[in-house]
C-alpha cells in the first residue's frame, strides 16, 4: 500500500462548510457534536480572521468528553440542549444538530434522538471525514432548501419578473463582502432587483422564497450550483474581468427580459466611469510591464479561473501555473507549489498564507504576494477590495501597478555607506573590479530566477555586494565562492 504525503492542508473539512452555511441563520442554532477545542478553532478562532467575527453566536458544541466517547455523545446532546432552552438561546429558533469527524468516527447518528427531542428539530451528517468544505457547502444549501424551503412553496409560484437571487456567499468565503456588493450593484445597475442573496442575507423564514426570483447568479464555482439546479431557474455565474463581466450583463439582460438599450447604456456609463482607471492605466507607460511579468495563482475554483481570463487573457499578463480550490488531477498541490516557488518564484503569487510562507523560505523578496485565498489571517470586511466585475478589474489593476511601483522604488540606485572604524560612515566605492569567468556565469544563472521586472536591479545588488566582499577580503577580482556567499544572503532580493 502506498502512503502519499499531504502538505499543508488549504480545505477545510465538510463540518466546517456546513457550519459556515447554517451559521448565516439568524433564526438557526446549531449545536455542533464536538469536543469544545474543535469548537473553539471553528467557531471562535478561524471565523476571527475570515469574517472579522469574535464568534459564531448561534453555535454551540456538546463538549464530549472521555466518558461520551466511551459511552456515545446522546446524553451530551441532551444536556447542551436543556442548557441551551434554559438560557433561553432556541427561542424563536430552529435547532440544527450537525455531527463532526469526532463524532462520526464513534458513529454517533442521532437523527432518531433529535426528532424525539423536538420534531421541528434536524440532525445533519456532515460526512466530515470523508468530505471537504465544498462538498459540505453544496450539501448544505440543498439541505436548507429541501428540509426549510421546498415543502412550503405553493403549488402555483411563478417567478416576480426581473428578480436575481444571489447564490453561495456565506461566512469563511474570501472577499465575500466586496465581490458580493459589486455583484449587487451590477445586477440592480441594469435594472433588475435582488430578490434574495442565500445565506448571507437569509433566513429559514425566507427559504422558501428562493423560488420567487426568475434567475439565479452563483457567486462561486466552487458550490451552489446544484441549489441553482434544484430551482429549476435559468442561472448564470458570477463574472471577472472587463470582457466577461460585459457578457454576463448582456446574458442577464437577456434571460429577465430587460431592453438591451438599458443594459447598453450601464455598461457606458461603467466604462467611463468604474473603468475609467483601467483605460487610463493601460494608456499609460505601465501597460509595457504586464506582458513582461509573470504570476502564479492558488486560490478557489472561481478565483483561480477568474484571475487566469482577467490577468492572461486580457491583460497579457504570462500565467506560470494555477492551483485551483477544489485542485484538478493536473494542478500542483502544496508539496509542488513549494519546490516551485523556491526554484523560480514570479513576480507575483496570488495565494494563501502557505504561499507566503513558502516565498519566505526562499527569500524571495523580489515576488509580490496578494491574498486571494484562505487559509490566512487577512481581514476583508469592507467593500472595497472586490475582485469581481468591472470595481474587481478596476481593483485588481491598481493593485499590479502599485506593486510594479514598489518594484522599481525598492531597487532605485542609492548611495550605501558602511561605518568606519572609530570614525564617520564612509561611502561604498563605485569603483567595479574584475569577475572571474566563473562567477560571472553564477551571476547570469541566479538572476534567472529573479522576476523579470526586478532583475536588473538585482544584478546591480548582486554586484555591489560581491564587489564589496571581494574587497573587504583584499582581493582583486570576484571569485566564485564570493558571489555564491552573496547569493546566500540573498544580495539578489
Not at 453561495?168 to 440592480?188: Q, V, W
Request: glycine share 8%.
Amino acid at each position: 500500500m502506498s502512503i502519499t504525503l499531504i502538505r499543508d492542508i488549504s480545505d477545510t473539512s465538510s463540518y466546517w462548510g456546513v457550519s459556515w452555511v447554517f451559521g448565516c441563520f439568524p433564526d438557526v442554532h446549531i449545536v455542533c457534536d464536538a469536543p469544545i477545542g474543535c469548537y473553539n478553532l471553528l467557531g471562535m478562532a478561524v471565523t476571527d480572521y475570515t469574517d472579522a467575527l469574535p464568534h459564531m453566536a448561534n453555535l454551540t458544541p456538546t463538549s464530549i468528553r472521555e466518558e461520551d466517547v466511551i459511552n456515545g455523545t446522546a446524553k451530551a446532546l441532551i444536556r447542551t440542549i436543556d442548557d441551551l432552552r434554559t438560557m433561553g438561546m432556541l427561542a424563536g429558533k430552529r435547532l440544527l444538530v450537525v455531527s463532526t469527524a469526532e463524532s462520526e468516527m464513534i458513529s454517533a447518528d442521532h437523527a432518531q434522538l433529535v426528532a424525539q427531542i423536538d420534531p421541528e428539530a434536524r440532525f445533519f451528517w456532515s460526512q466530515s471525514l470523508e468530505q471537504d468544505e465544498w462538498t459540505g457547502r453544496e450539501r448544505a444549501l440543498l439541505f436548507a432548501w429541501e428540509q426549510y424551503g421546498k415543502p412550503f412553496v405553493p403549488a402555483d409560484v411563478q417567478p416576480r419578473p426581473r428578480t436575481v437571487n444571489i447564490i453561495g456567499p456565506s461566512l469563511g468565503c474570501f472577499n465575500a463582502p466586496s465581490d458580493l456588493y459589486e455583484l449587487k450593484r451590477l445586477i440592480t445597475g441594469i435594472g433588475a432587483e435582488i430578490n434574495l442573496v442565500y445565506p448571507y442575507e437569509g433566513s429559514i423564514a425566507t427559504t422558501p422564497k428562493l423560488a420567487e426570483a426568475a434567475v439565479n447568479v452563483v457567486m462561486y464555482r466552487e458550490f451552489g450550483q446544484g441549489l441553482a439546479e434544484a430551482l429549476g431557474r435559468p442561472y448564470l455565474f458570477a463574472p471577472f474581468g472587463v470582457f466577461g463581466t460585459t457578457a454576463f450583463l448582456r446574458e442577464l439582460g437577456q434571460l429577465l427580459g430587460i431592453e438591451p438599450e438599458r443594459v447598453e447604456a450601464f455598461i457606458n456609463h461603467e466604462k467611463r466611469t468604474t473603468l475609467q482607471p483601467v483605460w487610463d492605466l493601460w494608456r499609460g507607460p505601465q501597460s509595457d510591464w504586464f506582458a513582461t511579468v509573470d504570476c502564479a495563482i492558488v486560490a478557489a475554483r472561481s478565483y483561480a479561473d477568474g484571475l487566469r481570463s482577467f490577468l492572461g487573457d486580457e491583460l497579457g499578463m504570462k500565467i506560470a501555473w494555477i492551483s485551483g480550490r477544489p485542485r484538478r488531477d493536473d494542478e500542483p498541490d502544496n508539496i509542488e507549489i513549494r519546490k516551485r516557488l523556491h526554484a523560480k518564484a514570479p513576480a507575483f503569487v496570488f495565494g494563501s498564507i502557505n504561499e507566503k510562507i513558502y516565498l519566505a523560505e526562499a527569500n524571495a523578496r523580489g515576488t509580490h504576494y496578494i491574498p486571494a485565498t484562505f487559509p490566512g489571517p487577512v481581514v476583508r470586511r469592507t467593500t472595497g477590495t472586490p475582485f469581481m466585475g468591472y470595481a474587481g478589474a478596476a481593483n485588481l489593476m491598481q493593485e499590479l501597478v502599485n506593486r510594479f511601483y514598489e518594484t522599481v522604488i525598492n531597487f532605485l540606485p542609492v548611495e550605501t555607506v558602511t561605518p568606519a572604524a572609530g570614525g564617520p560612515p564612509q561611502p561604498t566605492s563605485a569603483e567595479t573590479i574584475p569577475w572571474t569567468k566563473e562567477a560571472t556565469d553564477r551571476l547570469n544563472a541566479a538572476l534567472d530566477a529573479v522576476p523579470y521586472l526586478a532583475r536588473i536591479s538585482a544584478s546591480r545588488s548582486l554586484r555591489a555586494a560581491a564587489e564589496q566582499a571581494a574587497r573587504a577580503r583584499g582581493l582583486k577580482e570576484v571569485t566564485l565562492e564570493i558571489i555564491e556567499a552573496a547569493i546566500a544572503q540573498g544580495a539578489t532580493s
